[in-house]
């Protein structure tokens, strides 16, 4: 198994800091690994509840009663199961002699999100857990990740056909399991549809009069499966910057499908030899990119952005980060340089620097602020 060091080290500082930790992800994404990891390391009394036990979630049928005498860490595992328990949560925290820790996992949804933002407020922190990152694989194994995606048992799996049979299986759960656990009652079918047709938008601007027409659905009733799917954290938005400038800018966000692997298997592509001839390599590939120097640059997604233009300028992703601006391109080639957007973009958004990522172990300038730099290089030296 890879070491996850970082995520285990940032949620052991939460819950130094806070009564309730949240560590929410995808399904399978490894929150039950890193969670075993935390509690092999714990000195004082760690219960565990795991609600797709059944005996579990038998003992849990009474949680005040079940949770009430219990000291130490307690660590509940697909809490979105159980209606109500962070009313509860708020009730035991904030007992004078209260003595216990809670670690909560699940699913991040939009039930999840709203019952504790709303019942937990200032008891409770966060701690989103990605998909693998290059950092933590190796940049030696770029083409493997960008292929099968990081979810640990698509990655780690003995050949390409296990990795893709294991991403079909995963599709079908969390379509027909998964996302009417979260309150979404969309029939599977047409999820499945839909979920294809965003990844055939992956990278591309958001259109949902145009699928909603695909789908014979009104364009409010397709942003409401969209922004299930962005709850779900396996479809992320990137929304428009646009300031007062004396041009037209694009104000619909652009949509990607979060993990590489998803998108492969939704598109039908089942190994990294069929990748690099298919359609949509190339916005692939600005996805998985950009979600590396993402997470290398430290930074919440809620600070980062696209720009882009009527008249055709365009930014792959601007991160306004304390005051600065940094402008990325991603273009999948062996010959980077200078294009017209990018000049349009040094000027129009004041860029303190621009990065073109590309497939590479090298970086070097080509033009003023501007530095090709290839993607493997980046992430090793942190961009």
């Not at 940032?10 to 990891?37: C, D, H, M, N, Y």
């Not at 038998?58 to 949770?67: E, G, Q, S, V």
Request: proline share 6%; charged share 25%.
């Amino acid at each position: 198994m890879i070491p996850r060091a970082q995520h285990e080290a940032s949620v052991r500082e939460l819950l130094r800091r806070f009564p309730v930790v949240g560590l929410i992800g995808a399904r399978q994404v490894g929150k039950t690994t890193l969670a075993r990891g935390l509690i092999g390391r714990e000195r004082e009394p760690v219960t565990v509840f795991d609600l797709e036990d059944p005996t579990d979630e038998a003992k849990l049928a009474d949680p005040k009663l079940a949770l009430e005498p219990l000291r130490g860490l307690i660590v509940i595992d697909e809490v979105q199961r159980l209606e109500g328990l962070f009313r509860l949560l708020r009730v035991l925290v904030d007992r004078p002699d209260n003595a216990a820790r809670f670690l909560v996992l699940g699913s991040a949804g939009p039930e999840l999100l709203r019952q504790s933002s709303e019942t937990l407020a200032g008891r409770i922190a966060y701690h989103e857990l990605p998909p693998f990152s290059l950092g933590e694989t190796g940049t030696e194994l770029v083409e493997r990740l960008w292929s099968r995606g990081g979810f640990p048992p698509s990655f780690l799996a003995p050949d390409d056909e296990g990795s893709y049979g294991w991403r079909g299986a995963f599709i079908r759960t969390f379509l027909e399991r998964d996302l009417p656990q979260l309150g979404v009652s969309v029939p599977a079918t047409t999820m499945r549809r839909f979920w294809t047709m965003v990844a055939h938008y992956h990278a591309n601007r958001w259109n949902g009069a145009e699928i909603g027409r695909a789908l014979g659905v009104t364009a409010p009733t397709v942003n409401t499966y969209v922004d299930a799917l962005v709850d779900s954290l396996v479809v992320r938005k990137l929304l428009p910057w646009h300031e007062n400038l004396k041009k037209r800018q694009v104000k619909a966000p652009k949509v990607y499908v979060a993990d590489t692997g998803l998108l492969h298997a939704l598109l039908g592509v089942g190994s990294e030899f069929a990748l690099t001839g298919h359609p949509k390599s190339g916005a692939s590939w600005e996805g998985f990119a950009m979600q590396e120097i993402v997470r290398t640059l430290g930074v919440d997604w809620d600070r980062c952005y696209y720009w882009a233009t009527h008249r055709g300028a365009e930014l792959d992703l601007l991160v306004s980060d304390g005051g600065r601006r940094i402008g990325f391109e991603f273009k999948r080639t062996s010959a980077p340089a200078m294009t017209r957007s990018m000049h349009s973009a040094l000027s129009d958004l004041m860029l303190e620097r621009l990065c073109l990522i590309f497939p590479g172990d090298s970086r070097f300038p080509i033009h003023e602020r501007v530095e090709a730099i290839g993607l493997n290089v980046a992430i090793a030296q942190g961009i």
